[in-house]
């Protein structure tokens, strides 16, 4: 495998709402420091690929609203590799743009796209699954996606199947998909992971770019047709001019629609590496160390007394003081102060997006 092909690509765009106070529309989940590290999201999804795609190889799309959100975390990234969208149109028209940009500067790239709001815990074993993948995809016109190995019947992911009755010849680690799953209710979420060929669908895909151009030329012609007709302006001043012209009149569909769920040569790389999407304060408080009260603290000053299964994020400087709680959240940002059950989360999170 060449690794002067590889291209990294980090979805950037999304509001990311649901840590509020932390996060807001202004400056969502992917740009702020939700592990207390000192490091965003978005700095850690691209610290993670360090040694596979460099920064003058890194692309990152994004809102227009972001941009100077992602210039001031990621700027040893290329100016013109931050692509900003106009609109919010979802993943396949996201994927479509930047895999035609690239493709303007490199037929040859081999690309994989990752969304900046996840985190990995075991790094090692996550670049050692990435670079397998990039060599299976760069001698093949196949796309790959990472299936994370289940540990629970999680309602808020979605699933692929598996056919794990034979493994790739070249990579005996890959097999082919049969099928993706939306997300399940409790009782399927429970039948899937009793099944040894079901993994969460992790929204982390590899492939050459030829083969993603071909593949959404087949599957979704008139999206195509929109990337294929700004070819000559890739690169040069118009660029941005024509991006906020003809992104609005995309469909807007997510990749797994447009192309995944069509397309043949899709195969799966089951993995184990600590993975989470932190959709929720719960999945944080999961993916966390916790205490002999499996309570998580994420903050400089922070005392618990008759206190258990909580999430406390505070921050700032000032001493906070938890007493009495049982499956709380406690998250304070900016003056802003959030006390929830944590069963209770999905019923507040629509404050994030006022």
Same mark, same amino acid.
């Given at each position: 495998?060449?690794?002067d092909r590889?291209?990294l690509?980090?979805?950037?765009?999304?509001?990311?709402?649901r840590?509020?106070?932390m996060s807001?529309?202004?400056?969502?989940?992917?740009?702020i420091?939700?592990?207390?590290c000192?490091?965003?999201?978005? /700095?850690?999804?691209?610290e993670?690929?360090e040694?596979i795609c460099p !920064?003058e190889?890194?692309?990152i @799309?994004?809102?227009d609203?972001y941009?100077?959100?992602?210039?001031e /975390?990621?700027?040893?990234v290329p %100016?013109?590799?931050?692509? $900003?969208e106009p609109v919010r149109?979802n993943?396949?028209?996201c994927?479509a743009y930047v895999s035609w940009?690239i493709?303007? @500067?490199?037929?040859r790239? %081999?690309?994989?796209v990752?969304?900046?709001?996840?985190?990995v815990?075991?790094i090692?074993e996550?670049?050692?699954v990435?670079?397998?993948? $990039?060599?299976?995809?760069?001698?093949?016109?196949?796309? @790959?996606t990472?299936?994370?190995?289940?540990?629970?019947p999680?309602t808020?992911?979605?699933y692929?199947?598996a056919? $794990?009755s *034979?493994?790739?010849?070249?990579?005996?680690?890959i097999?082919?998909?049969?099928?993706?799953? #939306?997300?399940p209710?409790?009782?399927t979420a429970?039948k899937?992971?009793r099944q040894?060929?079901?993994?969460w669908? *992790?929204g982390l895909f590899?492939?050459?770019?030829?083969t993603?151009?071909?593949a959404?030329?087949i599957?979704q !012609?008139?999206?195509?047709r929109?990337? &294929?007709?700004?070819?000559p302006?890739y690169?040069?001043?118009e #660029?941005?001019?024509?991006?906020?012209r003809?992104f609005p009149?995309c469909?807007?569909i997510?990749?797994?629609?447009?192309v995944? #769920?069509?397309a043949e040569e899709?195969?799966?790389?089951?993995?184990s590496?600590?993975?989470?999407?932190?959709?929720?304060w719960?999945?944080?408080?999961?993916?966390?160390?916790?205490?002999? %009260?499996n309570n998580?603290?994420?903050g400089?000053d922070?005392s618990?007394?008759?206190t258990s299964?909580?999430?406390?994020?505070?921050l700032?400087?000032r001493k906070?003081?938890? /007493?009495?709680?049982?499956g709380?959240?406690?998250?304070?940002q900016?003056?802003?102060? $959030?006390?929830?059950?944590?069963? &209770?989360? /999905?019923?507040?999170?629509?404050?994030?997006?006022?």
């Open positions: 495998m060449a690794n590889n291209h690509v980090i979805m950037a765009g999304g509001i990311g709402s840590f509020w106070p807001t529309m202004d400056c969502p989940k992917q740009f420091d939700v592990l207390g000192g490091k965003t999201l978005l /700095q850690m999804a691209a993670r690929f040694g !920064p190889r890194t692309w @799309v994004t809102s609203r941009a100077s959100l992602v210039r /975390q990621l700027p040893e %100016n013109d590799h931050i692509l $900003l149109r993943t396949a028209p994927i940009r493709k303007s @500067v490199d037929p790239a %081999n690309i994989v990752s969304p900046a709001d996840h985190i815990m075991d090692r996550f670049q050692r990435i670079r397998s993948a $990039l060599s299976f995809t760069s001698e093949s016109d196949s796309i @790959v990472l299936g994370m190995k289940p540990t629970r999680e808020g992911y979605g692929i199947q056919d $794990l *034979s493994a790739c010849p070249r990579n005996k680690e097999y082919r998909v049969d099928s993706f799953h #939306e997300k209710d409790s009782d429970q899937y992971i040894s060929n079901f993994f669908n *992790s590899l492939f050459r770019v030829s993603i151009v071909n959404l030329r599957y !012609p008139e999206l195509s929109i990337f &294929e007709d700004m070819f302006v690169g040069t001043p #660029e941005q001019q024509e991006i906020n003809r009149q469909e807007s997510s990749i797994d629609y447009a995944m #769920e069509k899709i195969f799966v790389f089951p993995a590496f600590g993975w989470s999407d932190l959709g929720t719960g999945s944080l408080r999961d993916q966390s160390a916790c205490d002999a %009260n998580v603290c994420i400089p922070i618990l007394y008759e299964n909580c999430i406390i994020h505070t700032g400087e906070v003081v938890v /007493q009495g709680l049982d709380f959240i406690v998250a304070e900016d003056d802003q102060l $959030l006390i929830c059950r944590l069963s &209770e989360e /999905q019923r507040i999170s629509k404050f994030g997006q006022a």
